[in-house]
């Protein structure tokens, strides 16, 4: 993975000093709220409803384990014993002391790590497909593509005063674990057809309360391009971008007002005088870019099949891991695991301190000291041998973190909500909790197959409920609860915003609407091959509203 | 009737005023009956937050239960109490303890 030079090192120490400098005026009271808080944002510190939050930039979601293990000291030492991954393969800490964050940014520089640009209007954390450098179906590894658009966007002096915030994702496979789509700027590494690498541009997509699905402005752009033409596209929207309205502010606003066409020759226009300028990437940058990212040794380890084969005769819980957290890597004697942070009535992507301490130990002994943070707020094991799945195994269990459901409906992605978050307008992680325990049954979840259910506690849409094939949105109405619940969403290579289904339902009912819905759908998929999405489309939503709502029709 | 709320700079955990200073729990806050009270507790808050002391000050719909405040909307319920899945944590923790 990247290691810090000495530029980067200096430049992350410099800040961690300047902003130390800041808190201690702020605390001395020496500067207000108003002139202080756009420095805390810049920072990662955000104010929320019990304390003041943390969030931690996860660079495309790679980790190496002393630094996971650094944040479950952080967690110890400074805030409650737990963390909270997000969708943005970020870590937010919902308890610490602003008199701490220095001593906690000292701690985070010391592993190479810090929370710059994980808010405010700038560039945010790139984030990447988690199986990257490891999936099988990968045409180049977008880690280092990411890493050099990190680079190219740390306080990047045009960049740092944006419209609104800007959000970038790579993907280096055509089947697309990123989101892409659902970015302002996503980018899909490719070859063509002469064997080059290059990139399909989408602009404009987002979530919130506009979704939009990105438009692809572009099938190949030359690798070397990648700055100059992103630079082209942030400049357009630097200049055009609406800044009289907070909610109208973001690029796919401007892309929807704008036409497609004309935005793209605005685009082009722009690059045309950018294109054979410094932005253009140097070949030897690129390669020692990705030297930082070359994957590790893997010897041949043929004992796995064997291994993995007697395992699953003694263990039928092995075996159902094996089947569901488990896939296939480009090396025939390896896997990728995905760690479940969605135990049954847990919260999802939360993990305790000694639970990160113990993740950090299985990496460094089996997975090459690397890990992953998926979007989908679970951690990744991107190489582990065959030969020592069934290690690894029995290691998750004793700290609770063998659940074996990646991609199953209780694999719910959920934001922190009205438990935690300022502008949350209803709870969504009990509502996560209630659903992944009606479900709990491994087998019911089995057998219902591959299903993406999102919770988002206000129209942010930070648990990206548009995108999930089963979504629900949290709002207040007269002073309670209630769940809007959205069907056909998807965040992949075919994404889509999914359709509000009709009223929306109280906390007490949204877990019976939910099953009834996937009752619907396993009374009318053609066969247990037919996924949730794949029959949403084929049959519309008449048959989920019929299930839903037809006694009230009738009633009334 | 309302109540006074902030976070407290430092750490900024949520407080309530009360007794001419700011509690960490909301049971015993200063009630506003009318709206000169609220005034003069809006007229605090301001200062407050130009003094350094809290930011994000509120004033806030409250009942009365037992002799005890309660926050009347969810939002200002979970601030006193703490997050509703973690009765572990936060005030609500404190109160049990």
């Not at chain 1, 104010?47 to 479950?72: D, E, F, K, W």
């Not at chain 1, 659902?182 to 541009?201: Q, R, S, T």
Request: proline share 4%; net charge negative; aromatic share 8%.
């Amino acid at each position: 993975m990247y290691r810090y030079d000495e530029f980067d090192h200096d430049f992350v120490q410099a800040r961690v000093a300047e902003f130390s400098d800041q808190v201690k005026r702020r605390l001395a009271g020496e500067i207000s709220e108003d002139q202080f808080r756009p420095l805390r944002l810049m920072n990662g510190v955000y104010l929320q409803l019990h304390a003041y939050m943390l969030r931690i930039a996860v660079p495309y979601g790679t980790l190496n384990s002393g630094q996971l293990r650094m944040l479950g000291h952080i967690a110890r030492k400074y805030d409650k014993g737990y963390g909270h991954f997000t969708t943005r393969q970020n870590l937010q800490f919902h308890w610490p002391a602003l008199a701490d964050v220095p001593a906690i940014l000292a701690d985070l520089a010391s592993v190479e790590m810090h929370c710059i640009q994980t808010s405010g209007n700038c560039i945010r954390n790139v984030t990447a497909d988690h199986f990257a450098g490891a999936a099988a179906d990968e045409v180049a590894d977008p880690r280092p593509y990411a890493e050099i658009l990190r680079q190219w966007s740390s306080v990047h002096p045009e960049f740092s005063f944006l419209p609104r915030k800007f959000k970038i994702a790579v993907t280096g496979a055509e089947r697309d674990r990123a989101a892409i789509q659902a970015h302002d700027i996503g980018l899909h590494l490719k070859k063509n057809a002469a064997g080059e690498l290059g990139f399909a541009v989408y602009v404009g997509g987002g979530l919130g309360r506009t979704p939009m699905v990105a438009k692809k402005i572009r099938d190949f752009l030359p690798e070397a391009e990648l700055l100059s033409y992103c630079t082209a596209i942030l400049r357009v929207y630097n200049l055009y971008g609406r800044r009289d309205n907070k909610y109208k502010a973001r690029i796919k606003i401007l892309v929807h007002e704008t036409g497609v066409e004309e935005i793209v020759r605005q685009i082009e226009a722009e690059w045309q005088e950018l294109k054979d300028t410094e932005l253009k990437l140097p070949e030897a940058d690129i390669a020692a870019i990705n030297a930082y990212f070359a994957p590790p040794a893997l010897s041949a380890r043929p004992e796995g099949d064997a291994l993995v084969k007697q395992a699953r005769l003694d263990s039928k819980s092995f075996s159902e891991w094996l089947d569901q957290n488990v896939v296939t890597h480009r090396h025939p004697d390896y896997a990728a695991v995905t760690i479940s942070l969605k135990g049954i009535g847990e919260v999802p992507g939360d993990v305790t301190d000694s639970q990160m301490e113990a993740v950090a130990d299985i990496a460094e002994k089996y997975a090459f000291d690397e890990l992953r943070v998926s979007h989908e707020q679970n951690l990744i094991l991107p190489h582990v041998a065959r030969a020592d799945l069934k290690a690894v195994y029995d290691a998750l269990v004793e700290i609770g973190l063998s659940t074996a459901n990646s991609n199953l409906i209780s694999d719910i992605i959920s934001c922190p909500g009205l438990d935690y978050c300022a502008l949350a307008t209803a709870r969504s992680i009990p509502v996560a909790q209630e659903i992944s325990r009606r479900f709990a049954s491994l087998e019911r979840q089995r057998e219902i197959g591959e299903l993406k259910l999102k919770i988002s506690g206000c129209i942010n849409a930070c648990g990206h409920h548009h995108v999930g094939h089963i979504g629900i949105l949290g709002v207040e109405k007269k002073g309670s609860e209630l769940y809007q619940v959205t069907l056909g969403g998807s965040a992949d290579e075919n994404t889509s915003v999914g359709e509000i289904i009709g009223r929306g339902f109280s906390s007490e009912e949204i877990t019976d609407a939910i099953e009834q819905i996937v009752d619907t759908y396993l009374g009318l998929r053609l066969n247990p091959d037919e996924r949730f999405i794949d029959a949403y489309r084929r049959v519309g939503p008449a048959p989920f509203k019929e299930a839903l709502y037809a006694g009230e029709t009738k009633a009334a | 009737m309302k109540v006074l709320t902030a976070n407290r700079l430092s750490d900024g955990i949520a407080v309530w005023y009360a007794d001419g200073g700011w509690a960490e729990m909301v049971g015993h806050a200063d009630i506003a009956h009318d709206k000169a009270a609220e005034d003069r507790l809006e007229a605090i808050g301001a200062a407050a937050a130009a003094n350094n002391e809290v930011l994000d000050v509120n004033v806030i719909d409250v009942t009365v239960v037992d002799g005890l405040v309660e926050p009347v909307r969810l939002r200002e319920k979970i601030r006193a109490a703490g997050p509703t899945i973690h009765p572990d944590l936060g005030k609500q923790a404190e109160r049990a303890a």
